[in-house]
């Protein structure tokens, strides 16, 4: 049972002496090939030092929110890591998976830690996982951050898939070398949730390559069911639980094979399409039958999606629009509305991205949908003037190339600013 939070000065105080002397310990949890049982990785796993009046990690890190301090906390816990690998001179082939807290992505290196943290991502290989309950909270920060993760060529994990079934629409635009499964997966009865949440992770790791991991195997039962499911790895009791790492370390037999690093975004939705497909000629007649046409493919689509519209400026998202927009954010994880002075909450439930007036993105109409089996997009820049009289004139790209749409749709979310506060 967790122990209380206490939130009075001497709390306070202890934190504060925590994380000045970098007291923060850790345990490392073996990840193994489930064909052979051979150890393949392990999972660093934050410890709060002994007597502390912080239960669990989950409690420091409660304080660490509370405090303003997540940032420092999350970089002294992989210090503890970093130290430990090399302490026992871990192979470069046998991977350290380091949970990382999506708002602390962007946090710089304290100092005192710099030397430490190059020394070892410069002899180890790590993963950094992050868990799927973060992707809705600021999809803008974390998939910045994780840009930044693949720049330094560390692989990308996503922690607790199926914990919450409607950020599954948003695996996809993540792009992760390994994904999790969450533990009730493994361990609890078959449900057609559960087949259903294992079809799209199926679905994506035989798109990208993903590497399907099993967490809570404690059980043979729980090995052949994270087998079923499709996972060639494996995590929990069954194999060992949390402890130093073993003196006695040596290269994995059968190294990971990670998906290869995607490429970055492009600069617009359309720019993006272009170069694979060649555009018609349409009238805005058309595209807005063709919109709605597509935001109605996500109240008819099974489970939520990601709905990224431009409207080139606020001016033409509507009251009709946003009455329209609020009612698809309902079923929906993510709604955006991207346009010159849009404001950051045109409506409910509904995220605003207000353009620079030289952005390319002003002259396009986009709407792109992604979910757990449902891809498309409509992408249109604005052609030549029409002559007076006539309607105006796009040059148009609709496409259900999942590839394509997730790249359509990165290009937009990497204008989503951060969420404030």
């Not at 002496?17 to 970098?22: A, H, K």
Request: hydrophobic share 45%.
């Amino acid at each position: 049972m967790r122990k209380p939070i206490r939130a009075g000065p001497e709390v306070r105080d202890e934190f504060d002496e925590l994380l000045v002397s970098r007291g923060v310990g850790v345990a490392f949890q073996p990840i193994v090939e489930l064909s052979t049982g051979d150890v393949v990785g392990y999972e660093a796993l934050a410890r709060p030092p002994a007597g502390s009046s912080f239960a669990d990690p989950a409690a420091l890190f409660a304080e660490a929110y509370r405090r303003g301090r997540v940032g420092e906390l999350d970089w002294i816990c992989r210090a503890a890591a970093f130290a430990a690998a090399l302490d026992k001179n871990v192979p470069p082939d046998l991977p350290l998976f380091l949970n990382a807290e999506p708002s602390a992505m962007d946090a710089p290196c304290p100092p005192d830690l710099r030397d430490l943290a190059t020394a070892a991502t410069e002899r180890c290989q790590f993963v950094i996982e992050v868990t799927e309950r973060s992707l809705t909270d600021d999809p803008a920060t974390l998939l910045a951050a994780i840009g930044r993760i693949r720049e330094v060529s560390m692989a990308l994990a996503l922690d607790d898939v199926g914990a919450d079934p409607a950020s599954l629409a948003l695996m996809p635009l993540i792009a992760p070398d390994i994904i999790k499964l969450d533990l009730r997966l493994v361990q609890a009865q078959p449900t057609e949730e559960v087949a259903w949440i294992v079809s799209a992770v199926l679905a994506e790791s035989e798109r990208t390559g993903a590497l399907i991991l099993a967490e809570g195997v404690e059980t043979e039962r729980h090995v052949a069911v994270a087998r079923a499911m499709g996972a060639t790895l494996g995590q929990g009791w069954f194999f060992g639980v949390p402890a130093p790492l073993p003196d006695d370390l040596v290269a994995s037999r059968r190294p990971l094979r990670l998906a290869p690093i995607p490429p970055p975004p492009a600069d617009t939705p359309f720019s993006t399409a272009v170069a694979h497909r060649s555009p018609v000629t349409s009238t805005t007649e058309l595209l807005v039958a063709t919109s709605r046409h597509l935001e109605h493919e996500v109240l008819r689509s099974a489970g939520k999606a990601v709905l990224l519209s431009s409207f080139q400026n606020a001016t033409r998202f509507t009251p009709a629009t946003r009455r329209r927009y609020e009612r698809l954010a309902r079923r929906t994880v993510l709604t955006t509305a991207f346009g010159r002075d849009m404001p950051a909450e045109p409506g409910r439930r509904i995220r605003g991205a207000n353009l620079h007036p030289d952005d390319p993105l002003c002259d396009e109409w986009a709407v792109v949908v992604v979910g757990n089996q449902l891809s498309a997009a409509l992408v249109a820049r604005a052609a030549s003037a029409s002559a007076p009289g006539e309607p105006a004139q796009w040059e148009v790209i609709i496409t259900h190339d999942r590839d394509l749409v997730l790249a359509a749709a990165k290009s937009l979310l990497q204008r989503l600013p951060a969420v404030q506060g």
